[in-house]
């Protein structure tokens, strides 16, 4: 299972910091991506990080947010800075069993409840 938390309302150009704790097969050292789903719109992808540490982002978080591990607590980080109210979503976790990473929603095979972000202007 994931469990995501962390989320909140926040002014605009502060920061969250996102949780992702990952138990039984969604565990391990699988690779953990972020998500997000703002209404009306599609789930797009926002970072992952792979087992060995290795990170990627889509352009909208770039240089914003910072993905991160701790293997021993079996948990992932999302930290988002200078939030801007565009960010509003429910941000999801999701890991997946296939070595590798991808930036799409089909690639993940284990996904959290979502967490909802609020930016407000």
């Known amino acids: 299972q994931l469990q995501a938390s962390g989320g909140g309302l926040v002014q605009a150009g502060g920061s969250l910091r996102l949780s992702c704790a990952a138990s039984?097969?969604?565990?391990?050292?699988?690779?953990v991506g972020w998500f997000r789903q703002a209404p009306g719109k599609e789930r797009e992808f926002v970072a992952a990080?792979?087992?060995?540490?290795?990170?990627y982002y889509a352009d909208s978080g770039r240089g914003r947010f910072t993905i991160s591990r701790d293997n021993a607590k079996n948990t992932t980080y999302l930290q988002m800075n200078l939030l801007k109210p565009e960010d509003t979503a429910v941000y999801y976790c999701?890991?997946?069993?296939?070595?590798?990473?991808?930036?799409?929603?089909?690639?993940?095979?284990?996904w959290g409840q979502g967490t909802q972000v609020t930016v407000s202007s």
């Open positions: 999701a890991t997946r069993r296939a070595p590798g990473w991808s930036g799409t929603t089909t690639g993940y095979d284990y």
């Open positions: 990080i792979s087992g060995s540490g290795s990170t």
């Open positions: 039984g097969r969604a565990g391990g050292s699988n690779t």
